[in-house]
Each structure stands twice: as structure tokens, then as C-alpha cells.
């Protein structure tokens, strides 16, 4: 019941911001239809990527896999089996409303056993992660968690309700680092969404992305 009813919100929240969105392109189409496009410099486009981009997984910290079974055998660890596309969990624009990257198409990848998506602006040198494990059972999913929620101790970790079974927000401790994510455990599944650079979303923004990649995985 309590995950058909945060599928449910998913659905609704989507269709809002579907909305949202539309509406703003509508919006910003009238308010530049007499403005020139900026020619190409050197004969590239004009926002073309300089330079070295971020990391292509921007995480707090590594997520640390369990070397032994939740049961304390000598069992091998976790390693996951994801057969998605991460890029399909969040829309440019969902990514975008996190933390305000204005972000074009995500990049799929293959971390360790997470399948992910990345998404990077360059104008102001954020990015957007979307990560997720997808174990054996639920019991080696919990353990991951709890290595993973122990490893961001320094990220001063806050448990959080109403998405999954169990979930908590980090975010750096430095003044001058804007950086954080909310990290989710659902069943046999550990997912996260860490932000790095723009602007710094709240709490309820995070909560909002969990549930739309909540979802999206089904």
C-alpha cells in the first residue's frame, strides 16, 4: 500500500512539473523571439564544454560494499545486477529543479555494481548523480546501507520518512562545498541522488527527487 501510494505521488508530482515546465518554455519562447542567437565562436557553438569535465560520479564519499554476509558469514559481497538506464529515472528537468543546473541529456554509466546517471552543466560547474543498487536480496541491500550511511559519518547523516524503507540526508559539513544527496534503501534496492555545486536544494527537494526515481524504478 505505502509504495503504491508513493508511485502514485510520483505520477502526480511529474505531471506537475511536466506542467511547470511547459509553461516556462511558453514563456521564455515569447520573451526571446526577438533576440538573435549568439554566432559560434571559432566555429563551434557557443556553449560548448571547456576544459576537463567533473567526475563522472560526483558522490559524497564511496559507497562501501559489505565484504561479508548481514549474517556474519564469510560470504561474498554484494554486486549488484542493474539491466537499466539510470538517465530514464529522472527527466532534464526533474534534474534540473534538485539543484538548478539547467541541465541538457544525462550520461549513462557503469560505477562498481551502480548503474548511474550524471547529468553536468558547465556554466556553473554543478552536477546531478543518480545512483543505484540493485542486490540479491534485501538483506544485502540493508547492509549496504548501513556501510554506506557509516562511511558519510563526517556528513552529519539525518534519517528522513516517507520515501522507501528506510532513508537519510547528508550534506558536506564546509561552508564553502555545496554538496549533499539523499540515500534510500527500498526493498532489495539502495538508490541516492547527490547534488554538486548550484544552488543548495532543501530537504523536501530531495525528498521530491527520491520519490520520483522511487517511481520510476517500479
Not at 508513493?6 to 511547459?22: F, Y
Not at 554509466?109 to 551502480?114: E, R, S, Y
Request: aromatic fraction near 6%; glycine fraction near 12%.
Amino acid at each position: 500500500m505505502k509504495r503504491d501510494l508513493l508511485r502514485a505521488m510520483a505520477g502526480w508530482i511529474r505531471l506537475r512539473i511536466g506542467v511547470a515546465l511547459a509553461v516556462g518554455a511558453l514563456l521564455v519562447a515569447a520573451c526571446t523571439s526577438s533576440v538573435a542567437t549568439a554566432p559560434p565562436v571559432n566555429g563551434q557553438a557557443s556553449n560548448a564544454v571547456n576544459g576537463p569535465s567533473p567526475s563522472p560520479a560526483p558522490s559524497l564519499a564511496p559507497a562501501a560494499s559489505p565484504s561479508s554476509s548481514p549474517a556474519g558469514g564469510g560470504g561474498p559481497s554484494p554486486t549488484g545486477s542493474p539491466t537499466f538506464n539510470a538517465c530514464k529515472l529522472l527527466t532534464n528537468g526533474e534534474a534540473t529543479a534538485v539543484n538548478g543546473g539547467g541541465y541538457g541529456d544525462g550520461v549513462d554509466h557503469v560505477v562498481g555494481a551502480a548503474q548511474a546517471c550524471v547529468w553536468q552543466s558547465a556554466s556553473n560547474h554543478s552536477s546531478l548523480t543518480v545512483e543505484v543498487f540493485v542486490d540479491p536480496t534485501a538483506a544485502f541491500a540493508q547492509a549496504r546501507f548501513a556501510a554506506l550511511k557509516g562511511s558519510l559519518a563526517k556528513f552529519h547523516p539525518a534519517d528522513v520518512s516517507g520515501v522507501g524503507d528506510l532513508a537519510f540526508i547528508a550534506r558536506s559539513p564546509s561552508a564553502t562545498s555545496v554538496s549533499g544527496g539523499i540515500y534510500v534503501l527500498d526493498g532489495s534496492k539502495v538508490f541516492d541522488v547527490v547534488y554538486l555545486g548550484g544552488s543548495v536544494p532543501v530537504d523536501a527537494t530531495l525528498k521530491i527527487a527520491a520519490i520520483l526515481v522511487f517511481g520510476a524504478l517500479g
